[in-house]
Structures are given as C-alpha cells and as structure tokens.
C-alpha cells in the first residue's frame, strides 16, 4: 500500500495528522497507513485476508510453466514419476486447488484462535498503557524475543540425510529444501548472510549485525532503559512459553512436521496481526505522550510486519511435502494449538505484571474445543524442562522448577 501525499503535523517520522485529525502512517512504518483509525477486528481482519490473497497469488505463480518454482518442482514430480510407489508424484502440489485447501483450512484454523485478540494486545493498541507499564512489557518481552530464534534453528536441525521419509530418490531433496527455507528464517533474524568469500564481512562486521535482539535493544533507548538493566529474569509465564516453542521444536517427543509446524504456522502466522497491535500502541502511546520515539526505536516491530509474511508463505509451501494424509493436518494443528496455548499464557501473565490487574487464563474464556490438546506429551515435557531451569534465570527458579500446572487445555479424555 502507497501513502498519498498530504500536508500535517508530523508527530516524528511514526505518525502523521491530517487537517481532519485523522492519522496517517508512512509507508516506511506499516503498510496500513490508516492502521490507527482502525479497530483490533478491523486489523485482524485486513491482515487474515491479504495474508490468503498473498497465498492465492503464490499458488497461480507456481501454475504458471514459466514460472522457476513450477519448474523445478515439476522436475522433481518427473523423476518421482519414474519411481513406482513414489508418492512425491501424487503430491498436492500438483493437483489443481489442493494446496489452497489446505492452506485456507490451517490458516482460518491458525487465525480464529483467541490469542491474537488477547486483552493484553488490544488493550495496547488502544493505548491504555503508561510509560512505566510500557517499559516493563517491553523487558519481559524481550525474553520472548531473544529465544524463538533458536526454536527455527533447533527445527532445522531435525531435517538431515538420516530422516525418514518416503519419497526415494527425492528424500535429500526434499529434506534440503526444507532447510534452505528455515536457514533463511534464522539468517532474516540473526541480520547475516553472504554467498562469496569476498562478501563475508569482517570479524567486527560479524559481531554487530543487525539482529531482531539489536533491533529490540533500541526500543530501550527511546523508552531510556540502559544497556545494564536490559536483560531481567523470565517471568514464569514468559518461560512457559519459551520452553514450550523449544521442545515442539527441539524434542524428540514431537515429530519434524510438528517441529515445521511450530516454527512456521504456529510462529510466524499471528505475527504480522498482533506485532501491528502492538506498534499502533506505542506509536499511539508516544504521540499522546510526546515521547520522542521514532522509526528506529520500533524497527523490530516495523521488520516483524514486512517479513513475517513472507517466512508464513515460504514455510507453509515447505509444510506441504509433509502433510500428506488427514491425519498430517491434524497433526499441524495440534502443534499451532500447543504453541498458541503457551503465547496466550505468556500474554496473560504479562497483563498480570504490567497492569496489575487479573486476566482470564485460556481455560477460562470458554476455548472453543477444536484448539483443546488432543495428547498430553507437552505437559509432560513443560514439567521435565522446567525442573532443570538455570538459578536467577526465572523469576523465583525454585518455585518455578517445582511447579506442576500448565497453560495448557486438554481435550477430554486425554
């Protein structure tokens, strides 16, 4: 979306007020430019829809013949044609509106979830937040922040020569092209990349990239927080999180489609949605409190926006070479449940500490039960990683080790 070109008061280079009082943002901060005279519905609602026409559009891209992805995998449709039994021939991909399907039907499952329109994120957008309460969500976020990176590298790491998988000679292949699309995740978060020996940057260069981490730390510089009062204790519920996306991503207990599955479909879907909340809060928030906050400040955010989608597309097409029975998506949905769950925790227990005020668990607000857990691996595996948490890197450890409830909501009779 482009900005027309109107004449206001510039807040700072996040905002601008029209004559009419109306708010306009540039093009360079979201690509809503009236993102602030929406409502959250009105957000959740424009994103979910161009996120499916940004889907829609790369589906007719991979019909067309001249197109390189259709190219090569229909390259590699041949040769598994040539395989008796090969079931890479037989892939969604290749028959005529299979993979739309699935994706709308994971991705209405994805988006309808609850947590996206968690109080905490509304309640942010609408700017009821104090500079005090803004500062303490943005400290325990950033625990949130400084670990999912880890969780795409620790899926990553479970696609190898030694797998199995059922496509014959296509196996490495497949496996390969898995881990290009998550390499590329970790290297848009950690700010490095580089194919020739002569673009490697120098060892200083490498040690300041750009990272999500970097970025975030500039936020503490608009909102004043120095460098040695960044980095605090994860609140429990942060920690719930964190272990969480960890083990779906990590452990041996989940599969490599449910380790996919959480580091794509479960991580990078909701993004754009509540990432864009929370921006238009703090923007909102430094114009009604002449906070001199700007572009840079909240770049991380700003990123997360742009970029989000574009991981969402690229891991959703990767998904499909292993979601080849029902079964397959019932699967993926159990794992955005589980990761869904923890974030919803971890959102509740921030509106605890930053407002001060009591906020409904997931189990409370009456779950719909199609996201209820349809096993009890997580809960037993959340237990095990909380018992061998590191001392001071949880808020009181020994309690937090000892603790035996979870975020989580159980189907019944599991």
């Not at 001060?356 to 039960?369: H, Q, R, S, T, V």
């Amino acid at each position: 979306m482009s900005n027309p070109i109107v004449s206001g008061t510039l807040f700072s280079d996040l905002v601008e007020t029209l004559p009419d009082g109306t708010t306009r943002l540039p093009a360079a901060v979201h690509p809503m430019p009236d993102l602030l005279e929406l409502s959250a519905e009105e957000v959740l609602a424009r994103f979910k829809a161009s996120q499916q026409q940004d889907f829609t559009a790369v589906i007719r891209a991979l019909e067309d013949p001249a197109n390189p992805l259709h190219q090569m995998l229909h390259e590699l449709h041949a040769i598994a044609a040539q395989q008796p039994g090969n079931p890479f021939a037989q892939h969604r991909l290749f028959e005529p509106g299979a993979l739309q399907a699935m994706f709308l039907d994971l991705h209405n499952h994805v988006m309808d979830h609850p947590v996206w329109r968690h109080p905490f994120f509304v309640r942010v957008f609408e700017g009821r937040i104090s500079q005090p309460q803004l500062a303490a969500f943005a400290l325990h976020y950033f625990n949130q922040i400084k670990n999912t990176r880890q969780c795409v590298a620790l899926a990553l790491g479970r696609f190898s020569s030694v797998m199995p998988l059922p496509y014959g000679v296509l196996n490495e292949r497949v496996s390969e092209l898995t881990q290009i699309v998550l390499a590329q995740l970790v290297a848009d978060e950690y700010g490095v990349g580089s194919h020739a020996v002569e673009d490697y940057p120098t060892m200083g260069g490498l040690f300041q990239s750009t990272t999500h981490i970097v970025m975030y730390r500039q936020l503490f510089e608009g909102l004043g927080i120095p460098f040695e009062q960044q980095d605090v204790a994860l609140l429990p519920g942060v920690a719930d999180n964190v272990l969480t996306q960890r083990l779906v991503a990590g452990s041996e207990e989940f599969t490599p489609l449910e380790s996919l599955a959480s580091v794509g479909l479960g991580m990078e879907w909701g993004v754009p949605e509540f990432f864009s909340l929370l921006l238009g809060g703090m923007i909102r928030f430094a114009r009604d409190n002449d906070v001199p906050l700007t572009q840079r400040h909240l770049l991380v955010f700003i990123a997360h926006v742009r970029y989000d989608v574009l991981h969402a597309i690229a891991v959703m097409l990767v998904t499909s070479f292993f979601a080849r029975e029902e079964r397959d998506i019932d699967a993926i949905k159990n794992a955005t449940n589980t990761l869904m769950a923890g974030r919803y925790g971890m959102m509740t227990e921030l509106y605890r500490h930053v407002f001060g005020e009591a906020c409904p668990a997931l189990a409370e607000i009456g779950l719909d039960p199609r996201y209820h857990l349809r096993d009890r691996r997580i809960e037993t595996a959340l237990r095990r990683a909380r018992a061998q948490v590191a001392e001071g890197t949880v808020q009181d450890a020994a309690a937090y080790r000892a603790r035996q409830d979870t975020p989580y909501v159980f189907a019944a009779g599991v």
